[in-house]
């Protein structure tokens, strides 16, 4: 009954946190939908300029193209912040665990939907602050429910894709909003009602969710949120063979103190941080980010160009993009598959320090198959052909979904659970800085190219390539690691949960 209680609980934290993933957390990379709504009520429309002679870029013998650049400065901004704020905002998590994370993300996110709500076209630039706020509050939320894919051991990875799945799908959220506003309700109302949801993280972070922090591996009789009656005995049980002073279970740490895989007890943050292995997985999320983002912060623009300017087929365009986005919780699991692929099947399931290498290895095939898919979405997105944007946008969700569930799976894989929110906020905050070349290359596209972004598309496909040399350097190390435990003789089936983390630069 205990045991019942228990997986009752878990399914409940895992399906209302893909609820509060899938709903509220990425809204803001359905920016192309809410740009739709912002220019059809006038904001920024004094920056539009008239034309005698109308373009691809041009409205009702405008040029809008200082317009759009406003638009994408809102959005390069606020992903900026998504990614930057994530290093301080991790070492919070680290620190003072899930509640008082999530009680500041709840914070920054109901006050970004209510800046959106109270802007108006006089005060647009309320949208500055309110994008950065749920771009921050967003990531914040996600980073302290990755932790539940610990409570599934086998699963974890899937869990981890599933969840950042439920993230890029959130982006929809604004196709809602565009649909809506389209049917007649005003942007204030759909904000205040999103700002009134902020109700239901904070029941969950009070009834669903530890005060610290989800240890990995799980201690025997773990609990968290709301206590159930029904599973006090077991519980207790535990609690009462733990030597006086000792921390309970919601104090446990992510990582037992003692050496894990071989690594010297504490493996040092800065360790972790200079290793090749993460600095050449930064550059792999790096890359393949900012491609990302440029094609999100350039969509209205690149529409209108190959729609030659037609208003009504721009906006199916806009709403076939933002529909694909719903497929992004389908597609990441299939990322968490290829992860923990060792650990299915027939064959007997690998312990130990065989079980953290064939992690890693495992790493390897999502990190080729990841930057294969930009590549192949990169060279969609290159087509100067509009039906071919189809295509375009189902290789994008697939990508990105693939993209951000590799980048939170590979590193609480190669790297100690304690450090993980430390190491996921500073790879995206590094990411954040080449992130923020998506603005020069909108400039350089409205400018010198005359809004035709075909020759920057060219060359963002040679920058994904660069991305390759990731999966090559974990190859490498596995090979190395594998090698140092058959020269020492260390034997492979060692104490379950034991992992191969990060060592220092080699």
Known sequence: MAEGAGLAKRLGTL????????????????????????????????????SATPGPNFTLGSDCSRQDEQFSLVFTIGSFMNNFMTFPMGIVFDRFGTTAARLIAISLYTGGTLLVAFSTPELAVLLFPAMSMLSVGGILLILTNMQVGNLFGNYRSIIITLYNGAFDS????????????????SLRAMFLFLAACSAWHLLRTLFLMPRSRI?????????????????????????DKQPPGEAGPEETPLEAPVARGGDAPGTPFRACACSWLFT????????MQLRHYLFIGTLNPQLEHLAGGDHTLVSTYTNAFAFTQLCGVLCAPWNGLILDRHKRGKAPRPEGLLAALADLRSAVLSLVVTVALCLLFSVFAAVPVLPAQFGTFVLQVISRSFLYGG????????????????????????????????????????????????????????????????????????QRRAKELGMAGT??????????HAETPH
């Open 407 to 478: 980048n939170a799976a590979f590193l609480a894989i190669a790297f100690p659970p304690q450090h993980f929110g430390k190491l996921y906020g500073l790879a995206m905050a590094l990411s954040a800085l080449v992130a923020l070349l998506q603005y020069p290359c909108v400039a350089l596209v409205q400018g010198p190219l005359q809004g035709d972004p075909f020759y920057m598309n060219l060359g963002l496909i040679a920058v994904v390539l660069v991305a390759f040399v990731s999966p090559v350097v974990v190859a490498r190390e596995c």
């Open 15 to 50: 399906l209302s946190g893909l609820l509060e993933c899938g709903a509220f957390c990425g809204i803001i990379f359905g920016w192309a939908s809410l740009v739709f709504v912002l220019k059809d009520l006038g904001y920024f429309e004094g920056l539009c300029q008239p």
């Open 280 to 287: 050449w997985h930064v550059a792999w999320l790096s890359v």
């Open 491 to 500: 034997p492979l089936a060692a104490a379950p949960g034991t992992e191969i």
């Open 215 to 239: 240890p990995y591996p799980l201690p025997p009789g773990y609990d968290y949120g709301l206590r159930c009656r029904g599973r006090s005995r077991s519980y207790r049980t535990h609690k």
């Open 170 to 185: 959130s982006s929809a959220v604004f196709l809602i909003v565009k649909l809506l506003y389209e049917h007649g309700l």
